[in-house]
């Protein structure tokens, strides 16, 4: 691969870490808080416009940050490769949940307009049931682990300053927290964002193609 072509898949995976992780903060500050079924329709059905919004905003924060991950591997050039490689595979397992979580989402969003029935009521709890839906929600709690084991290659790995694999495990330990997600979202845009700077900025002239 040219220098050329290298330098735009870094700067392009730079920009990815940036946009896809704000964009999943905003629509985390958006979501609707969990409960039953009855009570998440009535708070859909209360503000859709809201919802819709935080939907497709989950929905582009998955895509963008797939190929923002894949840039990363460059941060692995030795020591700390296998956990890396471990870690951004559960984690892009997470982010293919939540575009899986999206597209139940906007079931959800149809079934709420116009008012919430026991009928409406019956049809979430039929799609929570689901096979598909479960594998889902495995597939988002699987993936936790990877905000486990990328902060864990990337201290091994010190080719980032130690703030950034802090931040992304306090993003794990505020999912746990009562507080709301929006800021889980506020502290992986800050980690993953400050490499996504880094990858914009030039590479240095007698720099390793994994290393900038």
Known sequence: ?????????????????????????????????????????????????????????????????????????RLFPGRGAVLGHLGLGLLGLNILGNLGDAASGTALGALAAGGVTDQDVAAANGVAAEPAFAVVQIMVLAGMLGFVLLPAALLRSRTVHWAV???????LVSFFLPVTEGLG?????????????????PAPADAESVLV
């Open 1 to 73: 691969m040219s220098a050329s072509a290298a330098d735009l898949r870094r700067r392009f995976a730079g920009a990815c870490l940036i946009a896809g992780p704000a964009a999943m903060a905003a629509a985390m500050a958006l979501k609707t808080p969990g409960g039953d079924a009855r009570a998440l329709l009535a708070e859909v059905a209360a503000d859709p416009g809201r919802f819709r919004l935080a939907v497709l905003l989950q929905l582009i924060a998955s895509v963008v940050m797939l190929p923002g991950l894949a840039g990363l591997p």
């Open 165 to 171: 694999p802090a931040l992304i495990l306090a993003t």
């Open 185 to 201: 979202g506020v502290l992986l845009t800050s980690a993953l964002g400050t490499v996504g700077v880094r990858f914009l900025r």
